[in-house]
């Protein structure tokens, strides 16, 4: 940081003093001596201390797409600095809700959007796992997820991240029989696999 002169006027005795061209969430002292209208100079420095703030948004580390069950999935994030995680699921093909709206989404599932959340993402080598529940089975999707850190400006993300995602299939076939006297009797399936049937015989 360079040197900064400032006249400071005789008639106050607090002032505003400010600088420009420093980084962000870095460490300054701040080095002030003062003189006077007549030349008498401060016989020694005041140091002064200073932490600029941070205004930078967090860096997504992790963002995965994983434990996808049938109606369940779980949205890992891992940010670069302790923050939170907005995040919305929605139907594959459809557009994730623009930033402003992922943010909302800790209060407000937007339109269209199978589910949404928040998750607490700390500063750490692991990253944390949002659960997200009532999907459908065997259907695409699109997780959406952005970014805010947890400084005193809640710095956040300009975009999000979007990972494609397809549920399992869980729901078991269906067998349509339909029996006509005198024959063996005929049966489909709704789905692939390999059909079992029983026949039990009356008297």
């Known amino acids: 940081m360079g040197q900064n002169t400032y006249a400071?006027?005789?008639a106050l005795t607090n002032s505003n003093i400010s600088w420009s061209g420093?980084?962000?969430?870095t460490d300054y002292i701040l080095r002030l001596i003062a003189v006077d209208a007549v030349?008498?100079?401060q016989p020694a420095f005041t140091d002064l201390p200073v932490h600029t703030l941070d205004n930078i948004p967090p860096n997504t580390l992790v963002f995965e797409v994983v434990d996808i069950g049938g109606t369940t999935a779980g949205l890992q994030i891992a940010l670069d600095e302790p923050g939170t995680g907005f995040f919305a699921v929605v139907p594959k093909g459809t557009t994730c809700p623009a930033a402003a709206v992922l943010f909302a989404a800790a209060t407000?599932?937007?339109?269209?959007a199978a589910a949404a959340g928040i998750v607490a993402v700390p500063l750490g080598t692991a990253p944390v796992t949002a659960n997200v529940t009532g999907l459908t089975s065997e259907t695409d999707y699109t997780a959406c997820v952005i970014a805010a850190d947890a400084t005193k400006l809640q710095?956040?993300?300009?975009a999000?991240?979007?990972k494609d995602f397809r549920?399992?299939?869980?729901?078991?076939?269906a067998v349509v029989v339909k029996i006509t006297p005198g024959t063996d009797g005929n049966f489909t399936c709704d789905r692939y696999g390999q059909p079992q049937v029983h026949v039990h015989g009356t008297t």
């Open 8 to 10: 400071m006027p005789v």
């Open 22 to 25: 420093l980084t962000a969430n």
């Open 39 to 41: 030349g008498n100079c």
């Open 108 to 112: 407000t599932v937007p339109p269209g």
């Open 155 to 158: 710095n956040k993300q300009p």
């Open 160 to 162: 999000g991240l979007s």
């Open 167 to 173: 549920t399992l299939d869980i729901t078991p076939p």
